[in-house]
């Protein structure tokens, strides 16, 4: 076969997102359409700003769900190796045996210099992001808040100690904290598993607190829905660390109820991230309490005779959720450039990874001479971030005029 010019790369390349696009038109039309009762997210799409960064960052959130869900996106095997296609340019077509026995006929992007397809590589490295940066900016988040609402709001001692701790983690360079944490010596010695059986607590901690807090005067309801939500939540945090802590431990969970299998490496760097994220996580949510819990509303609370978690999860965090979110946006793409980092610098995920950091670094050896191998996930990257940057920006915009 004929390679392809680079107008039948392009429509080869626009034809294989087909899915997503559909996606997006329907995300967006109805999304609009409901705006009015959407609260601050159906504001989102009065931004234009907003509605950019929302397009990119749903477009490769579709591309990882449809490429790891259905196999829709990407046209090869991102691990399979084709001799004849090393380092050839975009639209370059497959060795006629190849195409008789069912693949796609064409390497889109081209092939990279182990003859991999790039653009098979770049779709599914997104969903290695989309499992990894949401869920740990999250975790980071349960960890931020739980401990940073308490410090802000009842000060003393327990603010003192709290926050020397962490000043100290945040006091450490990122890039070598990190690359501490996931280095295979680290590793070896068990300390991630039991950092994951620390932090991976907190967001047991937070839903078992919000909602005692919220049904302590009705037992009839608190009592069946604490034992429901913490009884699954108990179950996935032991699916979780046990997975983590083999031969420590925390290694405590039969395997005929452990409900996934975490890759050793892809824990390590969760753990990292949210390890890394939680002390600022920490640090703006205590600086929030701080400003808010002289407000008349907390002043009201305090008279009806609310306890003062009650105070802080229903009366505080709503009130200081616009910043929160916002931040959140952001640090999902600083979680992505951390995770682009590692890759590139082959700590953390399997060598064998087709995330985009490890792609990039695939390919910048022969940069000189093929632009492509690299070039398709840098843009990948690029692209993520500034739609979660863009994102922060419109949400940004859309809280102010609240």
Same mark, same amino acid.
């Given at each position: 076969?004929?390679?392809?010019?680079?107008?039948?790369?392009?429509?080869?390349?626009?034809?294989?997102?087909?899915?997503?696009?559909?996606?997006?038109?329907?995300?967006?039309?109805?999304?609009?359409?409901?705006?009015?009762?959407?609260?601050?997210?159906?504001?989102?799409?009065?931004?234009?700003?907003?509605?950019?960064?929302?397009?990119?960052?749903?477009?490769?959130?579709?591309?990882?769900?449809?490429?790891?869900?259905?196999?829709?996106?990407?046209?090869?095997?991102?691990?399979?190796?084709?001799?004849?296609?090393?380092?050839?340019?975009?639209?370059?077509?497959?060795?006629?045996?190849?195409?008789?026995?069912?693949?796609?006929?064409?390497?889109?992007?081209?092939?990279?210099?182990?003859?991999?397809?790039?653009?098979?590589?770049?779709?599914?490295?997104?969903?290695?992001?989309?499992?990894?940066?949401?869920?740990?900016?999250?975790?980071?988040?349960?960890?931020?808040?739980?401990?940073?609402?308490?410090?802000?709001?009842?000060?003393?001692?327990?603010?003192?100690?709290?926050?020397? #701790?962490?000043?100290?983690? *945040?006091? &450490?360079?990122? =890039? +070598? %904290?990190?690359?501490?944490? /996931? !280095?295979?010596?680290?590793?070896?010695?068990?300390?991630?598993?039991?950092?994951?059986?620390? #932090?991976?607590?907190?967001? *047991?901690? &937070?839903?078992? =607190? +919000? %909602?005692?807090?919220?049904? /302590? !005067?009705?037992?009839?309801?608190?009592?069946?829905?604490?034992?429901?939500?913490?009884?699954?939540?108990?179950?996935?945090?032991?699916?979780?660390?046990?997975?983590?802590?083999?031969?420590?431990? /925390?290694?405590?969970?039969?395997?005929?109820?452990?409900?996934?299998?975490?890759?050793?490496?892809?824990?390590?760097?969760?753990?990292?991230?949210?390890?890394?994220?939680?002390?600022?996580?920490?640090?703006?949510?205590?600086?929030?309490?701080?400003?808010?819990?002289?407000?008349?509303?907390?002043?009201?609370?305090?008279?009806?005779?609310?306890?003062?978690?009650?105070?802080?999860?229903?009366?505080?965090?709503?009130?200081?959720?616009?910043?929160?979110?916002?931040?959140?946006?952001?640090?999902?793409?600083?979680?992505?450039?951390?995770?682009?980092?590692?890759?590139?610098?082959?700590?953390?995920?399997?060598?064998?990874?087709?995330?985009?950091?490890?792609?990039?670094?695939?390919?910048?050896?022969?940069?000189?001479?093929?632009?492509?191998?690299?070039?398709?996930?840098?843009?990948?990257?690029?692209?993520?971030?500034?739609?979660?940057?863009?994102?922060?920006?419109?949400?940004?915009?859309?809280?102010?005029?609240?």
């Amino acid at each position: 076969m004929e390679p392809l010019s680079w107008g039948g790369v392009i429509f080869g390349v626009l034809g294989q997102f087909t899915p997503v696009w559909i996606a997006l038109f329907l995300t967006f039309a109805v999304s609009i359409y409901f705006k009015a009762n959407l609260g601050l997210y159906g504001k989102l799409f009065d931004s234009i700003i907003g509605m950019i960064g929302f397009f990119l960052v749903m477009f490769w959130i579709y591309t990882g769900l449809f490429t790891a869900i259905f196999d829709l996106i990407s046209t090869h095997d991102p691990l399979a190796q084709i001799p004849q296609m090393k380092n050839k340019v975009p639209g370059w077509a497959l060795p006629e045996a190849r195409v008789e026995q069912g693949l796609y006929p064409h390497y889109l992007l081209g092939g990279d210099n182990l003859g991999r397809d790039v653009f098979s590589r770049m779709v599914k490295g997104s969903w290695v992001v989309i499992q990894i940066a949401p869920l740990a900016a999250l975790f980071a988040y349960m960890v931020g808040i739980t401990l940073g609402l308490p410090a802000g709001y009842y000060g003393g001692r327990f603010d003192t100690v709290l926050s020397f #701790l962490a000043n100290l983690i *945040l006091a &450490f360079p990122v =890039i +070598l %904290l990190f690359y501490l944490l /996931v !280095t295979p010596e680290i590793v070896l010695t068990g300390i991630p598993a039991y950092m994951a059986a620390v #932090l991976f607590v907190f967001p *047991l901690l &937070f839903v078992g =607190i +919000l %909602l005692n807090s919220k049904f /302590v !005067t009705r037992p009839e309801i608190r009592t069946p829905l604490l034992i429901g939500v913490l009884g699954v939540g108990f179950w996935l945090y032991a699916s979780l660390v046990s997975e983590a802590g083999r031969g420590t431990f /925390v290694d405590f969970f039969p395997a005929w109820l452990d409900l996934f299998n975490v890759p050793g490496g892809v824990l390590v760097v969760f753990v990292s991230v949210v390890f890394v994220n939680s002390p600022t996580i920490f640090r703006i949510v205590r600086g929030l309490t701080l400003d808010v819990k002289s407000r008349d509303y907390v002043s009201a609370a305090q008279t009806r005779g609310e306890s003062p978690w009650y105070i802080m999860l229903w009366e505080i965090l709503p009130n200081v959720r616009g910043p929160l979110i916002v931040d959140f946006c952001l640090r999902i793409g600083y979680t992505t450039i951390l995770l682009g980092t590692l890759g590139f610098f082959g700590l953390g995920l399997p060598p064998e990874s087709p995330d985009w950091g490890s792609t990039i670094n695939d390919g910048r050896r022969l940069l000189s001479v093929y632009l492509h191998p690299p070039l398709a996930p840098a843009l990948a990257l690029l692209s993520l971030v500034l739609g979660l940057n863009l994102l922060a920006d419109g949400l940004r915009e859309e809280s102010l005029k609240d």
